[in-house]
């Protein structure tokens, strides 16, 4: 994954960043001296395993940040950043079948965040709770990542906010022929 970030306008901002993984915070390591320019661009290379999220934020100055992530085969797929929100759909990133459909859902918070997932229609009825610890990212369970993969997903906090994605494998000789990640889109309070 190579996020990049990028900043305009006067000097003086301060670049907050984490890595939010399967076993919870971790620093961000290669940023701690960065100082950007005003309207300059830069790539950052960070290394993780499993479901993970990068936390970037910045104090004083505006800027953006994006994250590309690279596939098991090489392939590529980026995503802008959002802030957490209560209430998502999250579209497919699968294109057909074979498909090894991922869900990712990420609390950049300090509480844990208790999130309600089912499928919109035409899914099936299938709901489930999952708790996601503070300052980390899970997976959904396989069991209902698997039951219609091609379906969005409507994921609902009883309290707190957090950040979904989906990224999958489809199209290929088990399921590795095409990478696409999709951040989730944040509903309406």
Avoid: C, H
């Amino acid at each position: 994954m190579q996020p990049a970030a990028q900043r305009r306008g006067q000097a003086g901002a301060d670049l907050q960043r984490r890595i939010l993984g399967t076993e919870g915070s971790q620093p961000f390591v290669g940023l701690d001296e960065v100082s950007l320019p005003p309207g300059s661009a830069r790539t950052f290379p960070a290394t993780t395993a499993g479901a993970s999220a990068l936390q970037i934020s910045l104090t004083g100055d505006d800027g953006a940040a994006v994250r590309r992530t690279f596939g098991v085969v090489s392939d590529q797929a980026a995503v802008t950043g959002a802030e957490p929100a209560s209430s998502w759909v999250v579209l497919p990133a699968v294109a057909g079948s074979p498909a090894i459909p991922g869900l990712v859902l990420s609390n950049p918070g300090a509480e844990p965040v208790v999130v309600t997932l089912s499928y919109f229609d035409p899914g099936p009825d299938d709901t489930i709770e999952v708790t996601i610890p503070p300052g980390s990212t899970i997976q959904a369970p396989k069991e209902f990542r698997m039951l219609a993969p091609e379906v969005a997903v409507r994921a609902e906090a009883s309290s707190g906010t957090f950040v979904p994605a989906a990224a999958s494998y489809s199209l290929g000789r088990e399921g590795l022929a095409a990478f696409a990640a999709a951040i989730g889109i944040p509903l309406p309070g």
